[in-house]
């Protein structure tokens, strides 16, 4: 114990902790807290104690934040995976249940015809599926335009490409685009990655249009409270 004791306040001259010591002793901390009282700390010393105090504790943060980071991916990974087990492969009713509730959010509801509205490729690639698999939609009916800032004006050749690509719809199917003409306090950093706000129409669709509005009443009486 006395060779212990020794490296004890070798280590304590050096600015470790009395827990820091007897972790590396392996004794107890009050053991360790006897033996470093017989040490008198210089002002450098002691500077240094509390330099590295402040580090362990910078140390102990960083790991805090890490696992709480880490659990919260777990947790994200958790949710999608039970996400795929609990939704599985859509039917197709699952998928006209879907269509409604985005035509109920996103859809035209006046004038006799059929466009949704959205800038989320996920959102719009839902109603193209509707369309095509439950509707059987030709694909000669549908129509696009893009409504998007001025900005992206340069870059919406890309813009038109990539809705075609997703949707499966020709280019010669597409529209003008709306620009909006306000200039943003900045470019953001999502610039090439955003494709603006599609606007997807079915040509004569003013039956399917009704269609929907119907499915999202039916959903409206399912929703209301008792009385």
């Not at 996103?106 to 959205?118: D, I, L």
Request: net charge positive; glycine share 6%.
């Amino acid at each position: 114990m006395f060779d212990k004791k020794l490296q004890a306040h070798a280590l304590r001259r050096r600015g470790k902790s009395v827990g820091d010591i007897a972790f590396k002793l392996g004794v107890s901390k009050s053991t360790a807290s006897l033996w470093c009282r017989e040490i008198e700390l210089t002002s450098t010393q002691q500077e240094r104690l509390r330099a590295n105090a402040i580090a362990a504790g910078h140390r102990g943060r960083l790991i805090g934040t890490q696992k709480n980071r880490q659990k919260r991916l777990d947790a994200i990974q958790l949710s999608k995976d039970l996400g795929k087990r609990e939704i599985g492969k859509l039917t197709k009713r699952d998928l006209t249940i879907l269509a409604a509730a985005l035509f109920w959010a996103e859809g035209a509801k006046t004038g006799s015809r059929f466009m949704f509205v959205n800038s989320d490729p996920s959102m719009v690639l839902c109603m193209y599926k509707y369309l095509s698999e439950v509707e059987k939609i030709e694909p000669n009916r549908l129509s696009m335009t893009v409504q998007i800032n001025r900005i992206h004006e340069k870059r919406i050749h890309k813009v038109f490409r990539f809705w075609s690509s997703l949707l499966e719809i020709p280019l010669r199917q597409f529209g003008k685009p709306y620009y909006i003409d306000v200039t943003p306090k900045k470019v953001y950093a999502n610039y090439d990655s955003y494709y603006g706000i599609a606007r997807l129409r079915v040509r004569g669709g003013a039956s399917l249009q009704y269609k929907l509005l119907g499915y999202i009443d039916a959903l409206q009486n399912n929703s209301r409270l008792p009385r």
